[in-house]
């Protein structure tokens, strides 16, 4: 159920997020330099169990690994109370890199913060603690977009359309959202505004319009319309005015994602014959392939914020794997299985829909890729699909 | 767009002209009546309005907005005016799509084409020899009813990412639309809309289900008197 106060109290701390500078432009990511695929050992005791439970999830998506204190690097050690405290220690030196009290908010977001100090100060980058998701969550025939702190707990519903919903994206910069839905019959593209619940219908031509990516800085709107015959890449203001056309093949194109630039559009393009990933200028010119090595069938590209990867899906079969490659182009490596990632701020994290077996529901997962942890987030009744991180 | 040419791609977009009415700006979105996709809801602009948009014109000058081009505009200022398909057009040419108020009023009757679903190959949008019957069926039909239209909705099976499948549904049912293009019918009498993976005809995880769920079908549209 839609419930709006809720809504806005998970939304203002989404406002808080998005005043925060861009993550990982211009600042080095110590965190994915070095020995980055080895795990940090940090000893967690003395917590609450939530506390805990919520200091192991975050620490672990973000490459660091739970052991016992004689295994440790580092020893973070909570005080009893009614607030969150917590002292971390590097073992080896014996020193005290911060003693902190985290007062206001809840046990959880205290915790999600104290774990982004343990990660900023060991490692030097950026926790995921105030990111939020959206998503499609489809239940029988029809489907909503729902937000959730990143690891899904506190999860709100957003719309209740009552028919089928897709791609709900965050739009940089407000509190809002774009995305897809057949309410009105077609597949047209909607803006939500979160702080009030208002939907406007932004594109809605003829044909498919799907889809929606907006850029870095919020202004553009990259989206799939067949408007001109076939399914191709077009840009308009964020508004949907003055639609511009970026690709003009007859095959269909799908899933346009930006550079953290805003220069350069990646998207799926079947121009050769199976689903393949290309980059074409954000102001025009031709589509040029990205390079995946031997991994093929290629889909649902996001480029990290620091620019340095594109994360996608390849399908292998009935099967699917998450994958990043350089955004250069190069060998991709092939991650776990799952469908249609999506980066969080810190270019490391991802966060990607998981099925249950074969043909079952889908749930989000998170992915801390140089490590290769993996944990699931809270599940929601229902398959969950499509999640965006809030950037 | 030299460039796009290089590829090998044909890009000849037709002079379309919109459809008369479409800047009225203040006309809600009407549901279809009569409808009968997954909850269609009655009240659109009632409780949560939706703001009304004027639809931006395309100007068709190229992707980044270059002059010169030798695109044909597509101006939505412009009086209704046929397609010509006479001009030797081939296989693959792409027709823009008129402004979708032309279907604002129209009845929808899924059972008159019940039978001339349109199937398709894993992964693929031709359509195959066999189903040719059905798009020229339907062709058939609409010259023998004027004022009647008809929606074209493409789906695809499960195996696929989302967002894939939807472009590729609409991809199907742009390639039946092409052929009944092809086949004399004006771009005007003829809407597309593509369900991806999400509207499946069976729920099964087998080769069965799947060859049903990769269809286009044909949703006539005809206008509130000439309903029985």
Known sequence: ?391 | MKSFSKLGTVALLAVVALAAGCKKGTKNITPLPGYSGTAVPGNIGTSQPITPITNPVYTGNGANGQPGSGRTLIDENANPAPVDLSGGKGKGDLVGQVDREIIDGLVADRETFKGNTVYFEFDKSAIKSDQKANVAAVAEYLKGHGDNRVAVEGHTDERGTEEYNRALGERRALSVREMLLNLGIPADRVITRSFGEDKPAELGHDEVAWGKNRRGEFILLVPPTSVR
């Open chain 1, 1 to 391: 159920m839609l419930r709006l106060p809720i809504a806005l109290a998970l939304l203002g701390l989404t406002a808080i997020l998005h005043a925060a500078p861009q993550a990982g432009r211009g600042v080095p990511d110590v965190s994915v330099s070095g020995d980055a695929t080895k795990a940090i050992p940090i000893a967690i005791s003395g917590f609450s169990a939530e506390t805990q439970k919520v200091l192991e999830f975050d620490l672990h998506v973000c490459g660091f690994s739970i052991v016992s204190p004689t295994q440790a690097d580092y020893e973070l050690k909570g005080n009893p109370g009614t607030q969150v405290e917590g002292s971390l220690t590097e073992t080896a030196k014996k020193a005290t890199l911060f003693n902190r009290a985290y007062p206001g908010g809840n046990a959880r977001t205290q915790a999600h913060a104290l774990a982004d100090d343990v990660v900023q100060a060991i490692t030097g980058g950026k926790g995921l603690g105030r990111g939020k998701v959206v998503f499609k969550l489809q239940t029988g025939r029809t489907s909503e977009v729902y937000a959730a702190d990143f690891d899904g707990a506190n999860a709100v519903q957003l719309t209740s359309d009552n028919n089928i919903v897709a791609s709900p994206v965050w739009r940089p910069k407000s509190r809002s959202i774009y995305y897809m839905s057949y309410r009105a019959g077609n597949a047209d593209i909607y803006a939500q505004d979160l702080s009030n619940g208002s939907r406007s219908a932004v594109v809605r031509f003829s044909g498919s319009n799907i889809s929606p990516s907006p850029s870095p800085d919020g202004s553009q709107l990259a989206m799939i319309l067949s408007k001109s015959g076939s399914p191709d890449l077009w840009v308009s203001d964020a508004s949907g005015a003055n639609p511009r056309r970026l690709t003009t093949t007859a095959a269909d194109e799908s899933s346009p994602c930006w550079s953290p630039d805003g220069k350069t559009i990646c998207v799926v393009s079947r121009e050769s014959g199976y689903p393949a990933l290309y980059t074409v200028p954000a102001s025009g010119g031709s589509l040029k392939r990205l390079v995946t090595g031997s991994v093929r069938n290629t889909t649902e590209p996001d480029w990290s914020p620091d620019g340095k990867w594109i994360a996608f899906t390849r399908q292998r079969g009935d099967y699917f794997d998450i994958c990043i490659v350089s955004s250069a182009g190069g060998d991709a490596k092939v991650l776990t299985e799952g469908e249609d990632p999506s980066w969080a701020p810190n270019s490391r994290t991802l966060i990607f829909a998981r099925r249950n077996g074969k043909y079952g529901q889908q749930r989000l997962t998170l992915l801390d890729w140089p490590t290769g942890h993996v944990k699931d987030a809270a599940r929601v009744e229902g398959s969950s699909s499509q999640p965006n991180w809030s950037r």
